[in-house]
């Protein structure tokens, strides 16, 4: 019925005979050119290839591939006509083949000139370009280089000219900036980042540096105009000092908050410093026990007992970093269990616990002057709980506070941002790295934004970056 269908739909559609010039030109997706010859060869490994001669209309001959103005000849630098890769026809390579002159443009000077199907100084044609590009933001590069016959480092470059096509002007990214997050990614062993900034409201990565720091900042912060920077106004990132910097410097009108998921992480480190310390004073007791038992226990051996209690003690305590973590609500039986052990047997630990919790919940408050209340409170606790780790947790929460207000009363999150690194990670992992920085960056910057890669013979959809 499906079948019946197809061939009614097509019975309905003009039928036209095509010659074997117009084929070849829509199967390498070429215009405005006239296919001259078309050969079958075959090497001496076996692998056939198809070559298909062909010229620019004259309109289309002697373009500066700069302007793209049309420019007197001014010579054939290449004695043998030159080849372009187009896609492969059922395992079948195609070349496409032309004479190529070079012009001289008042303007730019001596150059090769430019061809409708490929981007200047490519071995490609621009609908092959497209498709390394889409196969890899799905595939590793080492699969896309398999699949399309060439060299590793050439799918970086397919997708460098893809990028330059689909976006010829990335400065367009940041008009209209409201609301912008800033983090840092890495990108390989050895303290390798990138400092990425996202556009909140339509969750697209704007600009992305290698490095990180104050320096790498600023030239994101220099590349806007004044227009661009007085646009911004709020400004989510974690506590980094050269980030608070930066935004003080360039963006003073901008209100700089510090996201409530770095402010947890941070009672969660110190949470957890907690946790190690109270599972190797249960190891300390354990050990200290099991010099004092001799021979097999007795059936009431007290000191067995003991010793019994610490082993499953210490064990608790080391396997309770996700009932500690976790919010109440969301623990299972067993980790309520633990939780309860906890409670029970180390005071220190468990006050830890509720300081962490009591941080959290005052973080989700919506009315701002309740949660400087609330903070005042925590910090008051934490100051004098005499656990080390959570005094020195609220000196640096002090000196983030008006940036942890400001995240309250804003009510704004860097989750899209940790999502994006998360996004960018797997990237990177998936292409298993890259040895130019910038294919990376071309990678990322059409991966994480609204920009649409086109394919061969679908429909055309809007290609926008916002």
Known sequence: MVEAAKQTAFAKESVQVISTSTLARIFCDVNHSVVEDINLHQHSDGTKC?????????????????????????????PQPRLWRAL????????????????FCPEHGVHAASVSWAFPRSQFTKTFDMVVTWMTLQLSKSAVASYMRIKWDTVGRCVHRAHQYLEPDISKRLDGLVSIGID?????????????VVNHETNTVVWAGEGYGKDVLARFMESLTEEQRASIKTVTADGAQWITACVEKYLPNATRCIDSFHVVEWSMDALDKVRREAWRTAQARVRELGKNSKGRPKKDDAHAAELAAARKEAKEIKGSTFALGKAPENLTESQQRKLEMIQNHDNRLYRSYLLKEDLRLLLKMTDVEEAEHALHKWVQWARHCRIPEFVELQRKIMRHKDHILNTIQEQVSN??????????????????????IQNMI????????????????RPRTAIHAA
């Open 415 to 436: 989750a899209r941002v940790e999502s994006m690194n998360n996004k960018i990670k797997l990237i990177i992992r998936r292409a298993y790295g890259f040895r130019n």
């Open 442 to 457: 071309d990678l990322v910057m059409l991966g994480c934004s609204n920009i649409v890669v086109p394919l061969p013979n």
């Open 184 to 196: 840092e990614t890495s990108y390989r062993k050895g303290h390798k980042y990138i400092t990425i």
């Open 88 to 103: 492969d026809n059922h395992g079948i390579l195609v070349y496409l083949r032309y004479r190529l002159p070079r012009v």
């Open 50 to 78: 198809i070559i298909i001669d062909l010229r620019p209309y004259k309109r289309e001959q002697h373009l500066c591939p700069v302007c793209g103005k049309r420019c007197p000849g001014y010579d054939h630098a290449q």
